[in-house]
């Protein structure tokens, strides 16, 4: 699973977003949200049925050093994939 598929699980099951508001959120095409998401479901049914090993790995992304300010929902995490598909997120859990 790519960290692009885990975050869309993220925003959609856990914190509950559409997918517009997920693709607003990771500055995508609602499309490509879509797109996205269904693979992820599609992987996590295959670990969860098939008890396969469910990697996250791939995807482009930045960790961010705890002394710059992120903000957004949760542990002050700031989740944006830009123009070239970065994620910021702050590691403090």
Same mark, same amino acid.
């Given at each position: 699973?790519? !960290? /692009?598929?885990?975050?869309? #699980?993220?925003? #959609?099951?856990?914190?509950?977003?559409?997918?517009? /508001?997920?693709?607003?959120?990771? $500055?995508?095409?609602?499309?490509? !949200?879509?797109? #996205?998401?269904? $693979?992820?479901?599609?992987? =996590?049914?295959?670990? =969860? %049925?098939?008890?396969? %090993? =469910?990697? #996250?790995?791939?995807?482009? @992304?930045? =960790?961010? $050093?705890?002394? /710059?300010? %992120? @903000?957004?929902?949760? &542990? &002050?995490?700031? +989740? &944006?994939?830009? +123009?070239?598909?970065?994620? $910021?997120?702050? &590691?403090?859990?």
């Amino acid at each position: 699973m790519t !960290v /692009e598929e885990y975050e869309t #699980i993220r925003l #959609i099951d856990l914190e509950g977003l559409t997918q517009e /508001e997920c693709a607003d959120r990771m $500055d995508v095409a609602r499309t490509t !949200v879509q797109r #996205i998401y269904n $693979d992820a479901r599609k992987k =996590l049914a295959e670990a =969860l %049925v098939n008890g396969n %090993v =469910l990697k #996250i790995e791939g995807g482009n @992304y930045k =960790l961010c $050093d705890e002394r /710059e300010q %992120v @903000y957004g929902c949760g &542990r &002050r995490r700031r +989740h &944006r994939f830009g +123009h070239n598909n970065t994620l $910021d997120e702050d &590691r403090g859990e």
